[in-house]
């Protein structure tokens, strides 16, 4: 059974920076690609950041883009969100998310969920 964990939300003033972590168990952590999602109240789930199974490869959402760093550690089963220059509106609950497949693309599909972490960035 796929565990996602996340961790390192938190309250942060706008300009600030937070580092998400998410910890997996329960398959083989470097044969898949890995991402984030985020959801604020009222609104549908946006994707964030993905990862390919390797590292090597990434992909981020137009609001994020030069401002958020997906990496990952294969040896320590854990992907990393790093969010820097946060504003206001990345206020939401942030998922882990993991993939049946290995490649970061357009039409990947992510099966499994963790909890969510809040992240709140005030003005």
């Known amino acids: 059974q796929v565990q996602l964990v996340e961790s390192g939300g938190g309250l942060v003033q706008s300009g600030g920076s937070l580092r998400l972590s998410c910890v997996a168990s329960?398959?083989?952590?470097?044969?898949?690609?890995m991402g984030w999602f985020r959801q604020a109240p009222g609104k549908e789930r946006e994707f964030v950041a993905a990862?390919?199974?390797?590292?090597?490869?990434?992909s981020y959402g137009d609001s994020v883009k030069g401002r958020f760093t997906i990496s990952r550690d294969n040896a320590k089963n854990t992907v990393t969100l790093q969010m820097n220059s946060l504003k206001p509106e990345d206020t939401a609950i942030y998922y882990c998310?993991?993939?049946?497949?290995?490649?970061?693309?357009?039409?990947?599909?992510?099966?499994?969920w963790g909890q969510g972490t809040q992240v709140t960035v005030s003005s």
């Open positions: 998310a993991g993939s049946d497949s290995a490649w970061v693309q357009p039409t990947t599909k992510y099966n499994y």
């Open positions: 329960g398959r083989t952590f470097n044969s898949y690609a």
């Open positions: 990862i390919n199974w390797s590292g090597g490869s990434t």
